[in-house]
């Protein structure tokens, strides 16, 4: 067995036994991004000589008896997560020399448990896309690709588009991503992998680049449903430095996994049905719900009324906060600076912004500044907050009568990467059933469950209850036993 | 509701983002798409409806009004474009 196939548990366990040290699992890893990345381009930043540096100190803290929960486990960070000393990108040019002095606390959490980290990973610029061609370093491509057409390169999806390629394609046991729409679990779907987008408020924001603050979220990618679980129990957790922190304790995720679905009441919202889903998505969809009978869960149809408006809310809410959000980038304190013999501060301002930021980001940006500009707020934005409020509730209805919902985690298999990229909005409909999680501030994970006659993963999706991811893990972990889903990307480590 | 030139135009300035004459036109174009698939929202019924303004279900806490850190200025010029001494530097904005 090749070192990098390993699961997260897995090599885990085989630390633990003895089997392989963390610095041979870590050195198998750098060798497997050495030969893929180049292709993929899955990383922005191998940190290498750092990742067995911490290696052999974590081998060292074993020798002694000291032993974290994730010691010596090699992972991918997002480029969204500052990283003390390590050039932090967000994907973006204007932050293409930026390196932070201080640590996320999520990425502080996974090393005060005895991570490694083996780099930063690609995203699609400031976590603003659903396929990772907006990143200012080059597109992540798919390490899957179509079984009769293995020449059209594929998104991964995004925006961790990176993180869910990684993992994929065995260059990291696991990794960290965010989610605002639906950036963790759209490219988990794409890659073949498991993601969760946990609970707002159950990880840190602090030292996560910001997007859209109500909506951000980080979260795990692995290549199990436990794997998740782990990873989670690591990030999560109270931070006096976020304010939106949730001061809750941490379940064991892990131990949850293994509950079961017997007696739970599972929820089908029938305004998922889309017309135009791909009959292999509903058919996927229609198997979940029965390998959950058979293991003694009960399907109830729901009704989420307010489902269709929940991308056009989403795309004034998330727009007018980023407007905020980016504003700091200004040139003046770090980031890239963009003048001309004459500029004064503001030609400074409008220079390096122009430059500094691609055409998604410049989009997103003018659409926020003209849904909070003066005489649009009430009509735009605050009409946005209000949809929210109903789309929340809706949940909270169905919430009342079912324990889980499990949905489609996106409308269609990866895509090629030339498709979809003349039309915003055709793009932002990849996250037509992500996107209701975030504005309700609720867990939701994606699950690998099949393939599509092209050979493609398909996903589906479990949302839960606020601060209820331990249910969300018991139903994930039943549709991926049921599934058993064991195919493998033809771009992969030790292939 | 459709953005005309001058609004365009007006957005960008206050976003701080410099748009060149030829790119106007498609700014507006794809503006204007992504609103005009906003307006269906307008068909919402949110009479009564306090609006969302957070994601999540915890209220903020107050923290204590107390100095928690300071004395690390060299940290935070280390990313400076333009360090000048203690100072961020920026072209000159009073005569």
Redesign the interface.
């Known amino acids: 067995m090749h070192p990098t196939d390993f699961t997260l548990r897995g090599a885990i366990d085989a630390l633990n036994e003895g089997i392989i040290t963390s610095v041979e699992l870590t050195q198998a890893h750098l060798d497997a991004i050495a030969a893929l990345n180049p292709r993929l381009n899955a990383y922005i930043t191998v940190t290498g000589e750092q990742a067995l540096e911490q290696a052999r100190a974590s081998d060292a803290r074993r020798k002694e008896g000291i032993a974290g929960p994730l010691e010596g486990v090699p992972l991918a960070i997002k480029d969204l997560f500052c990283t003390a000393g390590t050039l932090t990108t967000a994907g973006s040019r204007i932050l293409g020399n930026f390196t932070p002095p201080y640590e996320s606390t999520v990425s502080a959490n996974l090393l005060r448990d005895g991570a490694v980290f083996l780099g930063k990973a690609n995203l699609d610029e400031f976590a603003m896309g659903s396929s990772n061609t907006t990143s200012a370093f080059g597109p992540v491509e798919n390490p899957w690709s179509r079984a009769n057409d293995p020449d059209t390169r594929l998104v991964p999806g995004g925006s961790s588009g990176g993180s869910a390629a990684a993992v994929a394609a065995r260059l990291a046991l696991g990794a960290t991503a965010t989610d605002t729409g639906g950036s963790i679990r759209q490219p988990a779907a794409f890659c073949g992998i498991a993601g969760i987008k946990p609970t707002y408020g159950r990880c840190s924001r602090f030292g996560i680049v910001a997007f859209a603050s109500s909506l951000d979220q980080a979260g795990p990618v692995a290549r199990t449903v436990e794997d998740c679980a782990i990873l989670l129990k690591s990030m999560a957790g109270f931070d006096p430095k976020d304010s939106t922190s949730a001061d809750i304790p941490v379940p064991d995720f892990a131990a949850a996994c293994a509950r079961g679905v017997k007696g739970l009441r599972i929820g089908v919202p029938k305004e998922y049905r889309l017309e135009g889903t791909p009959p292999e998505i509903e058919a996927l969809w229609e198997q979940g719900l029965a390998w959950l009978r058979e293991q003694g869960a009960e399907t109830v149809e729901i009704s989420l009324p307010h489902t269709k408006y929940a991308l056009p809310t989403y795309y004034i809410v998330a727009p007018a906060e980023a407007s905020s959000n980016l504003a700091r980038y200004d040139g003046v304190r770090f980031g890239l600076r963009v003048t001309e013999p004459n500029s004064d501060l503001r030609d400074l301002y409008e220079r390096t912004r122009a430059q500094g930021f691609g055409a998604e980001v410049r989009r997103r940006i003018l659409i926020g500044t003209y849904v909070l500009s003066a005489g649009y707020y009430d009509a735009y934005y605050l009409k946005a907050q209000k949809i929210r409020a109903l789309i929340k509730r809706d949940f909270d209805d169905a919430f009342g009568k079912v324990d889980a919902i499990v949905t489609p985690a996106t409308p269609s298999a990866a895509f090629g990467m030339d498709e979809k990229q003349d039309d915003p909005v055709k793009m932002y409909l990849n996250d037509v059933f992500t996107v209701t999680a975030n504005l309700a501030g609720l867990p939701g994970l994606a699950v690998p469950a099949g393939l599509d006659a092209q050979g493609l993963p398909l996903g589906l999706q479990v949302i839960g209850r606020s601060f209820d991811e331990e249910t969300v893990f018991a139903v994930g972990t039943a549709i991926e036993q049921a599934a058993g889903f064991t195919a493998l990307p033809r771009l992969r480590a030790g292939a | 509701m459709s953005?005309d030139i001058a609004?365009?135009r007006r957005?960008?300035?206050?976003?701080?983002?410099?748009?060149e004459e030829g790119e106007l036109a498609q700014?507006q174009a794809?503006?204007n798409?992504?609103?005009g698939?906003?307006e269906?929202?307008?068909a919402?019924d949110?009479e009564g409806?306090?609006?969302?303004?957070?994601?999540?279900?915890?209220a903020?806490?107050p923290?204590p009004d107390a100095v928690t850190d300071g004395g690390?200025a060299d940290?935070?010029l280390?990313?400076?474009?333009?360090r000048q001494g203690e100072y961020?530097g920026?072209?000159?904005?009073v005569e």
């Open positions: 953005l609004t365009v957005i960008a300035a206050l976003a701080r983002i410099r748009l700014a794809e503006l798409g992504i609103l698939w906003i269906q929202l307008q919402v949110t409806v306090e609006p969302m303004a957070g994601g999540g279900a915890v903020l806490r923290r690390i940290r935070i280390a990313n400076a474009p333009d961020f920026v072209p000159k904005v």
